[in-house]
């Protein structure tokens, strides 16, 4: 596609739910970035995968929160047992190869936990 | 800690004037900084990068200054139109291996025609 994706572009769900949010990158990127963007704040980084692996999953603030990119492209960001804190917009991005490349970011997903 | 610090207040400015807007850190030492505009209900663009080695980065009607001895960046839009009116955050490398970035706040800038 032209850009990043990401689906859905909004998620209301309930406290104590599981919930997928899924990002389709840039054709070709080999990096993939999720982010996390509460109201009023810049993106918080959660986890980057260099193809299909998670070469840094630092910024998940917990075990509720897993991602995965099995094929190298499209990637899901789970969250288990969601929390109200757990209510932002979802980012992914992607770039070429990582390093310095510049990165594209999709829409966005809007998570609201009720 | 760790901190990086933008306007948290709103700029508002006339049309056709400079804005100017500023990125300072504390406690990183990164490689480069980028800025990125940001529109309501979408995400971040990117806007340019500059490097440690470099003052000054200049891309049409913007311009990007990197002070890495006062730790600050500051980040000019010349004759600014109302389009130009969105979020601008900045952002840092952390360092590390990978392309993490570790973003500002952001300013939120209104031009008023």
């Known amino acids: 596609g032209a850009g990043v994706s990401q689906t859905p572009s909004n998620k209301v769900t309930e406290k104590g739910k599981y919930v997928e949010l899924r990002c389709d990158p840039i054709s070709g990127h080999t990096a993939l970035y999720w982010y996390r963007q509460s109201l009023g704040q810049g993106p918080e980084f959660l986890i980057y995968?260099?193809?299909?692996?998670?070469?840094?999953d630092s910024g998940l603030p917990n075990d509720r929160f897993f991602a995965v990119r099995p094929e190298g492209s499209v990637s899901t960001l789970k969250i288990q047992r969601t929390e109200r804190g757990d209510s932002a917009v979802y980012l992914c991005a992607s770039s070429l190869q990582g390093n310095t490349d510049t990165q594209y970011f999709g829409p966005g997903t809007r998570l609201t936990v009720l | 800690s760790q901190k990086i610090e933008q306007n948290s207040e709103a700029l508002n400015i006339q049309e056709g004037k400079t804005a100017t807007l500023t990125c300072n850190y504390t406690n990183y030492s990164p490689a480069y900084l980028q800025w990125y505009r940001q529109d309501p209900g979408r995400g971040p663009v990117f806007l340019l990068l500059i490097r440690e080695n470099e003052k000054e980065k200049r891309k049409e009607r913007l311009k990007v200054t990197f002070d890495t001895t006062l730790k600050q960046s500051l980040f000019h839009i010349t004759a600014s139109q109302p389009a130009d009116s969105a979020t601008y955050l900045c952002?840092?490398?952390?360092?590390?291996?990978?392309?993490?970035?570790?973003f500002g706040t952001g300013t939120l800038l209104a031009v008023q025609p």
């Open positions: 952002a840092l490398d952390n360092g590390g291996a990978t392309n993490k970035l570790i």
């Open positions: 995968f260099q193809g299909t692996g998670a070469a840094d």
